[in-house]
């Protein structure tokens, strides 16, 4: 049983930390959080539902136009709800992301229903018996293709012209400016990534967890749970907070029950921001006095 919790375990900590990987690049490049980041999961699940159940359209097409249609919510979602309130230099877009978070919400449950449904995948039918446990080959696949991801993101911050644009603006704003780099359509940039990312979350978790207008909310905050606990501005403490995060879950879960779950989930994040208010592997910022 524990082998097949820890492999579970592992997909959903994965999960989390592609999530939060979103939360991790809009924090940097703009010291926002998009607190619709949930409903993007939730966005990608239902719109490749749509297009390879509803509609019968091939796998990988339904794929390619659901992650464009992500990358264009994160524009809407950084264009709407952040960049008037960034110039302002105002924290209502907290609020305003929450905002549009929760009409996308009542929008897909409006067209979509309120009915959880199930995502066929060949993957997920018959298990296979790793060390005496069985366990479905998606949920091998979902952890593979996860820190796949999370890994050709870290290569594209350090080895191509638009990464590097990233990391400049996360720098410095107006050091990135006088290089010539278009701050805030590079911060549009790191939305779009940020929704994309989520979406791709949303699409692998669909087979496992089935289909909904709500599906999204809770991952969205145990993602940014995920953010707390690995450091907000540490991508690699997030990959290991995320794993980890999901592998507790899931034996507690396995163990104790659902409802201790969550308890114990998230009484992490407070004994975290007690101990060490900016994560386990982030760097505590200095104060002049």
């Known amino acids: 049983m524990i082998v097949q919790l820890v492999f579970g375990g592992l997909a959903l900590g994965s999960m989390y930390a ?51 249609a992500l990358a264009a919510l994160g524009v809407l979602v950084e264009r709407v709800a952040v960049r008037p309130f960034l110039r302002a230099s105002s924290i209502a877009w907290l609020l305003a992301t929450i905002a549009l978070g929760i009409i996308a919400e009542n929008v897909v449950m409006l067209v979509f229903g309120k009915d959880a449904r199930a995502f066929p995948s060949s993957l997920a ?58 701050v805030t359509r590079t911060i549009s940039v790191a939305y779009a990534l940020s929704s994309v990312l989520a979406g791709v979350a949303g699409i692998l978790l669909a087979p496992l967890l089935n289909v909904s207008a709500t599906m999204g909310t809770t991952i969205g905050l145990k993602a940014f749970a995920v953010a707390i606990i690995g450091g907000i501005e540490s991508a690699r403490g997030i990959v290991v907070a995320g794993i980890l995060y999901g592998i507790v879950e899931s034996v507690v879960a396995g163990y104790l029950g659902t409802g201790v779950r969550e308890i114990i989930g998230f009484a992490l994040v407070v004994l975290v921001l007690l101990a060490r208010p900016w994560g386990l592997f982030g760097v505590p910022t200095p104060r002049r006095v």
């Open 125 to 182: 039918v018959t298990p296979w018996t790793v060390l005496g446990a069985g366990v479905y080959p998606h949920e091998l696949l979902v952890p593979l293709v996860g820190i796949a991801l999370m890994v050709l993101v870290e290569l594209a911050f350090r080895r191509t012209l638009a990464g590097r644009a990233l990391r400049a603006v996360a720098w410095s704003h107006d050091a990135a400016r006088l290089m010539g780099i278009d």
């Open 18 to 68: 592609l999530v939060a990987l979103g939360y991790n690049i809009t924090y940097a490049t703009s010291q926002t959080v998009n607190f619709s980041q949930g409903q993007s999961v939730m966005v990608g699940a239902v719109v490749a539902y749509a297009l390879h159940v509803g509609a019968g359209w091939p796998w990988v097409p339904s794929v390619v136009v659901t992650l464009i």
